[in-house]
């Protein structure tokens, strides 16, 4: 059984630490004091678009159904009663009730002081929560959280399923000054992309929301470096003329390549109860 609600909040006690840590990476000697907890292994995150209000092609809901396919396939489901980042940070700016969905065999093992167990439904319903809130979806195993609940030693059979917002994320904050190292832990879903259409004035929205520093503005247009782009979307929803898009490559070729990501937790044709 993982921890209780109150040894995970004195593990919490430490997250001050996680900015102090992104800060320093970038310099010798911390890169390499900090290069095992970025391996990946341990810390390994994909963001998936799916707030509802992000311009996508004929509003597709490809995202959305990939997710949903992944909590399908799981043997558990587990929800957490709040977001551990946003309850930490105080966030004033989006919903601090909705908490992370954990999925794998290790979602079993966590305590009932931290949530619940749920079934297919009540997760799909979270999720079209956290969409129409303009959460964006991030999927991935993460050390510090398998840590501070206990699961450790069933890391390997735990997968979150976070609904992260730019001002409390642990990943996303403060990655902009992190070093190499921690941006590569989020890996882009090769089936999305990001294009800038006609729209664009330069505005520079799309810059100062970017949290790896994606999006600059180059000859008065934005131009967003696929080679640095995490793909999650922010930066079409901040677009006051919704000029950025995100697209897809088909249902299948997006939930196959998730789903070869987080294997062996999920496995293909598995259906939890």
């Known amino acids: 059984m993982g921890y209780p609600k109150q040894v995970v909040k004195a593990f919490l006690s430490l997250w001050p630490f996680t900015h102090l840590v ?25 963001f998936v678009p799916v707030c509802e209000d992000i311009p996508t092609p004929q509003n597709t809901a490809l995202p959305r159904q990939a997710i949903a396919e992944l909590i399908k396939a799981s043997s558990h489901r587990f929800i957490h009663d709040g977001c551990i980042c946003r309850n930490r940070e105080g966030c004033v700016v989006y919903p601090r009730d909705i908490g992370c969905i954990f999925l794998g065999e290790a979602a079993a093992h966590l305590h009932p002081s931290l949530g619940h167990r749920a079934g297919v439904e009540e997760c799909l319903e979270h999720l079209d929560k956290a969409s129409e809130t303009g959460l964006t979806g991030m999927i991935g195993r993460i050390w510090f959280d398998a840590t501070t609940l206990g699961l450790l030693r069933d890391f390997r059979n735990f997968l979150v399923v976070c609904f992260c917002c730019d001002c409390c994320c642990l ?9 190499k190292g921690f941006k590569d832990t989020i890996r882009k879903l090769e089936s999305v992309r990001v294009t800038v259409g006609e729209g664009c004035v330069g505005c520079g929205k799309c810059a100062e ?48 390549e998730l789903l070869t990501r987080v294997s062996p937790v999920i496995k293909p044709g598995g259906r939890g109860v």
């Open 171 to 179: 990943v996303r904050t403060d990655m902009r000054e992190a070093g």
């Open 209 to 256: 929301t970017c949290f790896v520093g994606a999006a600059a503005l180059v000859n008065g247009r934005s131009f967003i470096d696929p080679e640095v782009c995490k793909g999650c979307g922010r930066c079409a929803l901040s677009c006051p003329r919704r000029a950025i898009r995100v697209e897809f490559d088909s249902g299948d070729a997006l939930f196959r």
């Open 22 to 46: 992104k800060r320093l990476s970038p310099y010798t000697p911390f890169r390499q004091l900090f290069a095992p907890l970025v391996k990946e292994e341990i810390f390994k995150v994909t």
